[in-house]
Nanobody, 122 residues
Framework: QMQPVESGGGLVQPGGSLRLSCSAS????????IGWFRQAPGKEREGVSC???????FYTDSVKGRFTISRDNPKNMVYLQMTSLKSEDTAVYYC????????????????WGQGTQVTVSA
C-alpha cells in the first residue's frame, strides 16, 4: 500500500529556504505522479507543485521561480526545494501520490501523507 511520508518542515524567516522530502516505504515513487499540496488555516487545500512519472512539472503561479520539485529515483525520494519564502507560504504541506493522475489538484490524488508544518515568520 502506497503511503507517502513527508519531512523537512519547520520555522523559517521570510526570505529563507527549506527543503521538503517525500518518501514511501514499500512502494516506488517513480511509478506515481507526486504532488505537493498545502493548506493554510481557514483555506482550502491547494496544489503547489506536481511532477509526473515522466518528469513533467507543474507549479502554481504564486510559487513559480521560488519552488522546485524534483525526483531522486535511486533514493526513492521526491523533494520540494522552497526558496525566498514568504509569510503567505505558511501552511501544512502534504505529499500525495497517484498512479494515473495528470492534474495537480487534490481531488485527483489517492494517497496522502500526514503533512508537515511550514511556518514563515520573523
Amino acid at each position: 500500500q502506497m503511503q507517502p511520508v513527508e519531512s523537512g518542515g519547520g520555522l523559517v524567516q521570510p526570505g529563507g529556504s527549506l527543503r521538503l522530502s517525500c518518501s514511501a516505504s514499500g512502494s516506488r515513487l517513480n511509478f506515481y505522479s507526486i504532488g505537493w499540496f498545502r493548506q493554510a488555516p481557514g483555506k482550502e487545500r491547494e496544489g503547489v507543485s506536481c511532477i509526473s512519472v515522466d518528469g513533467n512539472t507543474f507549479y502554481t503561479d504564486s510559487v513559480k521561480g521560488r519552488f522546485t520539485i524534483s525526483r531522486d529515483n535511486p533514493k526513492n525520494m521526491v523533494y520540494l526545494q522552497m526558496t525566498s519564502l514568504k509569510s503567505e507560504d505558511t501552511a501544512v504541506y502534504y505529499c500525495a501520490a497517484d498512479a494515473v493522475n495528470t492534474r495537480c489538484s487534490p481531488d485527483y490524488y489517492d494517497y496522502w501523507g500526514q503533512g508537515t508544518q511550514v511556518t514563515v515568520s520573523a
